[in-house]
C-alpha cells in the first residue's frame, strides 16, 4: 500500500473529515486513483501560529468578509475542523500525532483547484501559503481512522507503507 506523509494539522484534518481535498502540485500518478492509501502524519513541526490563525479565521467566518473569504478558500469543513486545529495550538490539549500512520483513504479522481475553487464559491482554493501546491486537489473518500497511530518514518511523495511481517523485524 502507498503511504502519504502531510504536514500536521492537515494529516488530521483529512482523517477526521473536515479536509476532503488534499492539494498538490501535481496529479496523482493514475495507479494509485481508487485506492486506499496510508495518510501518514509528518514529524515537522506543527506551524503553531498558522493553526491558530486558520482556527481563528474559522471561528469568526461570519464576522468579517474577510475571514469569510479566507475560510472559503480553504475548502474545510468547518464543524469537523475546528477541534483538529484547537488541537494544533492550545497547550494542555491532546497533541496531535507526528511521525506517524493514522489512518487510510482512497484517492478519488484528482481535480484542478480552479474547479474546487468553484464548488467552494471562491475564486481559488488553497490550503497553503505556496501556490504551486494547490495545482490538484485529490479527493480524500472513505476515510478509515485508526484506533491508535503506528509510529513511522515518512518520506517525501508516494511511498510504500511497510507490510505486518516488515514493521515486525
Keep these: 500500500m502507498k ?3 502531510i504536514w500536521q494539522p492537515w494529516a488530521s484534518l ?3 473529515g473536515a479536509k476532503p481535498y488534499e492539494f498538490r502540485g501535481w496529479r496523482p500518478p493514475a495507479s494509485i486513483i481508487g485506492q ?3 495518510i501518514h502524519a509528518a514529524a515537522r513541526k506543527i506551524d503553531v501560529e498558522e493553526a491558530a490563525w486558520l482556527y481563528t479565521v474559522l471561528h469568526d467566518r461570519n464576522d468579517s468578509d474577510v475571514y469569510a ?3 472559503a478558500q480553504s475548502c474545510l469543513n ?3 475542523a475546528l477541534p483538529i486545529l484547537e488541537r ?3 497547550r494542555g490539549q491532546a497533541p496531535l500525532p507526528m511521525a506517524a500512520g493514522i489512518g487510510t483513504a482512497v484517492i478519488g479522481e484528482p481535480r484542478l483547484g ?3 475553487a468553484e464548488e467552494f464559491g471562491v475564486t481559488r482554493a ?3 501559503d505556496r501556490d504551486q501546491h494547490s495545482n490538484w486537489g485529490w479527493p480524500m473518500l472513505d476515510i478509515e481512522a485508526w484506533p491508535e497511530p503506528i509510529p513511522m518514518r515518512g518520506s517525501q511523495g508516494l511511498w510504500n507503507w511497510p507490510t505486518p511481517e516488515q514493521l515486525v523485524d
Design 3 to 5: 503511504a502519504l506523509t
Design 14 to 16: 483529512i482523517i477526521a
Design 36 to 38: 486506499r492509501i496510508v
Design 69 to 71: 473569504a479566507f475560510a
Design 78 to 80: 468547518f464543524d469537523l
Design 88 to 90: 494544533a495550538w492550545m
Design 114 to 116: 480552479t474547479e474546487i
Design 126 to 128: 488553497n490550503d497553503s
